[in-house]
Nanobody, 127 residues
Framework: QVKLVESGGGSVQPGGSLRLSCAAS????????LGWFRQPPGKQREFVAA?????????VYSDSVKGRFTVSRDKAGNAVILQMNSLKPEDTAVYYC???????????????????WGQGTQVTVSS
């Protein structure tokens, strides 16, 4: 069973930055897609960003975070990083990383298409 462990959440003022990390227990292959989702209070889980097929495909962002968030792989290769800058109160949510090893590009924004999930980490943006 693949495990994903997130870290790096916390509280920050508007305009601040946070860096989330998600470490995978199993090696990432050329077909692995790593994604970030979030669930704001009282709302459904929504897509944030993804590295499709280990970057051989592309990196995709939701419109709400484009230009402020950056997703990348760490140098060791088994973790995905979400750098969040210019944070806004509406970014407040529980953030989850997700992994799938057979995803197709048309499904990468759909949470029910991912097989493995982290436990989630809280991000709170408030003054």
């Amino acid at each position: 069973q693949v495990k994903l462990v997130e870290s790096g959440g916390g509280s920050v003022q508007p305009g601040g930055s946070l860096r989330l990390s998600c470490a995978a227990s199993d090696p990432i292959s050329s077909t692995t897609t790593l994604g970030w989702f979030r669930q704001p209070p009282g709302k459904q889980r929504e897509f944030v960003a993804a590295i499709f097929r280990n970057n051989a495909g592309r990196i995709v962002y939701s419109d709400s975070v484009k230009g402020r968030f950056t997703v990348s792989r760490d140098k060791a290769g088994n973790a995905v990083i979400l750098q969040m800058n210019s944070l806004k109160p509406e970014d407040t949510a529980v953030y989850y990383c997700a992994r799938d090893d057979r995803l197709i590009s048309s499904s990468l924004r759909l949470p029910d298409q991912y097989d493995y999930w982290g436990q989630g980490t809280q991000v709170t943006v408030s003054s």
